[in-house]
């Protein structure tokens, strides 16, 4: 193994072996074990990890057709969002080293449409050093808008048939900067979506995952993607569309107001 990926292993192991002394009395339910271990082996801190068991054993018991794992995790999801803080404006360094940042979500999630505008933005102080990229071969035309903005930017893009195609190519090894990466919503081999892109969080490419989320949605469909990429990191989240729907207007309040996010 590489010497990045022997750590990786060797902070799954310490982190598996803790749960043997996990912080749960013996009659917890099976859901909130499972939340526990999942969030462990994830390398979450363990005083975070307290206050959430706390939180989860405080809940009423899930109504018996109702599926315990799923239950919690819900109410795990939920409590992390509240939690989390706006993020202030993005600013790049003049001189940066070679980062990736992956815009994820479901189809239709506004994943181009906000590299695009990120790219307008950023190309006008770090063109020479700003990249776009796509490993989405299946979107023809999502791809084509891509290249129109690049070539209309100035700015180098590249596609890629596949993650692994992204991570063997010579423009991680050559190019020092900022590369927006457009990823799949779905794949066609037998692998998951997640179990694809975590082979790009094991390499050793410095990379942040950004979820993408439509205002569109309904709350229960944002959960959803929000518990299918968490295995990934999640850096930030991009609202998108939000001039489409009156759903914006209720998510500025909810954040603004109520401190809480779907």
């Known amino acids: 193994y590489s010497s990045a990926a022997s750590d990786v292993y060797k902070r799954q192991l310490n982190n598996y072996?803790?749960?043997e002394k996990m912080p749960l009395p013996d009659d917890?339910?099976?859901?909130v074990i499972e939340v526990y271990k999942q969030l462990s082996l994830m390398g979450i801190e363990e005083a975070y990890l307290t206050k959430l068991l706390q939180h989860l054993l405080g809940l009423?018991?899930?109504?018996?057709?109702?599926?315990s794992d799923d239950y919690y995790?819900?109410?795990?999801?939920?409590?992390?969002?509240?939690?989390?803080?706006i993020a202030p404006p993005i600013h790049f360094q003049d001189n940066p080293t070679q980062v990736v940042h992956a815009f994820i979500g479901k189809s239709s999630s506004g994943k181009t449409s906000s590299i695009c505008k990120l790219a307008n933005i950023i190309a006008t102080k770090q063109r020479d050093s700003l990249v776009i990229a796509s490993i989405?071969?299946?979107?023809?035309?999502?791809?084509?808008?891509?290249?129109?903005?690049?070539?209309?930017?100035?700015?180098?893009?590249?596609?890629?048939n596949s993650v692994d195609e992204f991570i063997e190519d010579s423009l991680l090894a050559n190019h020092r900067g900022i590369i927006l990466l457009d990823t799949p919503s779905h794949i066609s081999?037998?692998?998951s979506l997640t179990d694809a892109l975590l082979n790009l969080k094991s390499s050793n490419i410095l990379i942040d995952f950004h979820l993408c989320l439509s205002t569109t949605e309904k709350q229960i469909h944002m959960d959803k993607s929000v518990g299918q990429f968490s295995p990934l990191g999640i850096k930030t989240l991009v609202f998108?569309?939000?001039y489409s729907t009156v759903n914006s207007l209720q998510l500025n309040q909810s954040i603004h107001e109520k401190n809480e996010l779907p």
């Open 17 to 19: 072996l803790k749960m």
């Open 28 to 31: 917890a339910p099976e859901g």
């Open 60 to 67: 009423p018991l899930p109504k018996s057709d109702s599926k």
């Open 73 to 85: 995790k819900t109410h795990a999801m939920r409590w992390m969002m509240r939690r989390i803080s």
């Open 136 to 160: 989405d071969s299946s979107k023809l035309g999502g791809n084509e808008l891509l290249r129109v903005y690049a070539k209309l930017l100035s700015i180098k893009y590249k596609e890629f």
């Open 189 to 191: 081999s037998g692998d």
């Open 240 to 242: 998108t569309k939000q």
